[in-house]
């Protein structure tokens, strides 16, 4: 844990634009991922339901 | 060079099996073009922001954002910087997107039709194929060169691999349309970003963010971090990818694509500002595997190639297993993006390079069978096309310039179409024209004739000139054009 804090640490010195980015991106890209393939799973389940229903009432 | 083991086999097969048995699976509920072309506009916000990301980040954008961090330092990820500002500003403002989406129309030339008449529209579409083919023609031996230095496997067999990999991506694409491509989008962005989360901090445990900062400082200076002081940059550079960026987004055929999906332009606008970070990730990670190459990699390890030595490193230092996973990553970057592009292109071929053909309305039947037939066609290019084009210059270099063929254009036209009443047909004539003639006679001055170093060192350059000039004819051709004389309120004479 303390190794992991202290790697933030040295990404926020020195050229700390391009640390706190990659942070950043990192965290959110990592959250958004699972975010998403929740989410997204519902809108396809959804999506492709009312394509059926549709088709149904199409014939 | 750790190779290829079983295991990374297995994980590589069990992926690509699950994603061509959804997509094709998914072929049962297209029974119109608009399904085949837009999903019936059904695609929701998470569908979108999965389907957008995997399709914007393929194996020839890790490839080339992984060069420019290996050859520019951190300053090499400005780009996604300028796209992540320029496709959130343009979603939340709802800027072009919002009047696009509303019109109810699948493609962009179709909305030029009601404002610059018929030929602008067929013209328009001629010239987003012709930009788009070329664009897309590098992408397979890109793809197939990373696949090969990351795997260790045989050069030989790059052609046959890639081949594959093509056809199996066009059988799902050419049976399901854009159903098929946002359910396996879905699949992929999962298996991509899982690959590249994974791989980024395997990188940064065993290099460290200490040593990527020194490699930047000790190679290229203040010009690694700042983009105004790099010497490969500068201003021009900055300000090429600025236009560039923000034509993609509001006309890129693939992006575009999303919001013509969308159930309506509210969630084409939330799937772009959410989306959006995602481009910092989509030209930050890769970058930072490229410093992890110059960092660690020897010049003879490089071989003279910036473009390999990401890959290259990649294959030295992912274990087994995780090897397996970085591989199926990459091939479902490259599978999401290749079958974007084969249909949203296509789907420009059929709704406006053949709507003089349809005088009468087609059957739907008929319909979807010329998509399919297109689909195919744009698949045996890209094998052709790919296996013989050798590019000058660096890869993102060229993939603007061949982009710009089209983005130039057509983003000015989108613009004055929906925000200036005086545009017309003439300029917008004159605006294709200059903007298709720019690009193709950098590209041909790369090849031949007296300046072609000069070109190669100022594609950027070149790039604005687009743009400016494109812009100055839409606004000289438009005015050039006399107006209706109106002799009542409202009334031409």
């Known amino acids: ?59 | 060079m750790n190779g290829f083991t079983f295991l990374d086999g297995g994980i590589v097969g069990i992926y690509l099996l699950v994603t061509m048995v959804v997509g094709i699976a998914i072929r049962r509920y297209v029974g119109r073009v608009e399904d085949f072309l837009v999903a019936r506009r059904e695609m929701d916000v998470y569908l979108g922001i999965a389907s957008l990301a995997a399709t914007e980040f393929g194996i020839v954008t890790c490839m080339y954002a992984a060069q420019n961090g290996f050859e520019k330092g951190f300053a090499g990820a400005v780009p996604g910087l300028l796209t992540f500002a320029a496709m959130f500003l343009v979603g939340w403002t709802g800027f072009c997107i919002k009047p696009l989406r509303d019109s109810g129309v699948m493609t962009i030339p179709e909305l030029f039709e009601k404002k610059y008449g018929s030929r602008v529209r067929w013209a328009a579409g001629v010239v987003i194929v012709l930009g788009g083919l070329l664009n897309m023609g590098v992408f397979l031996r890109t793809g197939g060169d990373f696949l090969v230095s990351v795997a260790g496997l045989n050069p030989n067999y790059l052609e046959y691999m890639m081949t594959g990999l093509l056809v199996g991506v066009a059988v799902y694409t050419i049976l399901g349309g854009m159903l098929s491509v946002l359910v396996t989008d879905y699949l992929q962005f999962i298996v991509m970003s899982a690959g590249l989360i994974v791989t980024t901090f395997l990188i940064l445990s065993k290099v460290g963010w200490g040593t990527l900062v020194e490699t930047v400082e000790t190679n290229y200076g203040a010009g690694g971090f700042n983009p105004f002081r790099n010497d490969t940059m500068g201003w021009s550079y900055v300000v090429f990818n600025i236009l560039l960026n923000t034509a993609a987004v509001l006309t890129w055929q693939t992006q575009i694509a999303r919001v013509l999906s969308a159930k309506d332009s509210r969630i084409g606008r939330m799937v772009y500002t959410r989306t959006s970070f995602f481009f910092v990730a989509r030209w930050l990670i890769p970058g930072i595997w490229g410093i992890a190459a110059l960092a660690l990699l020897t010049p003879e390890q490089i071989g003279g190639s910036s473009l390999l030595a990401m890959p290259r490193l990649l294959g030295m230092i992912v274990p087994a297993g995780l090897m397996g996973l970085l591989i199926a990553a990459m091939l479902a970057a490259d599978m999401s993006t290749d079958s974007s592009y084969m249909l949203t292109w296509g789907g420009v071929i059929y709704n406006d390079i053949l709507a003089p053909f349809r005088k009468t309305k087609w059957s739907e039947k008929r319909g979807l069978v010329w998509n399919r037939s297109i689909v195919a066609l744009i698949g045996v290019f890209l094998l052709i096309y790919g296996l013989w084009y050798e590019i000058e210059g660096d890869l993102w270099t060229y993939l603007g310039i061949t982009g710009t063929i089209y983005l130039s254009s057509m983003s000015v036209l989108l613009i004055a179409c929906c925000y200036w009443p005086r545009a017309n047909n003439w300029g917008a004539t004159a605006a294709i024209v200059c903007g298709a003639a720019v690009p193709v006679t950098t590209l041909v001055l790369q090849k031949v004739g007296p300046w072609t170093e000069w070109i190669k060192g100022n594609g950027a350059l070149c790039g604005i000139a687009a743009y400016v000039i494109v812009a100055l004819s839409m606004v000289v051709g438009s005015l050039l054009k006399p107006q209706p004389q109106v002799v009542a309120e409202g009334v031409p004479a």
């Not at chain 1, 634009?17 to 396809?44: P, Q």
């Open chain 1, 1 to 59: 844990m303390m190794a992991i804090i202290d790697g933030m640490r040295s990404m926020l010195t020195g050229h700390w634009f391009w640390g706190a980015v990659t942070l950043v991106c990192l965290t959110w890209y990592s959250t958004v991922t699972v975010y998403v393939a929740i989410k997204g799973a519902g809108d396809i389940r959804r999506m492709l339901r009312r394509l059926s229903e549709a088709n149904e009432e199409g014939r």
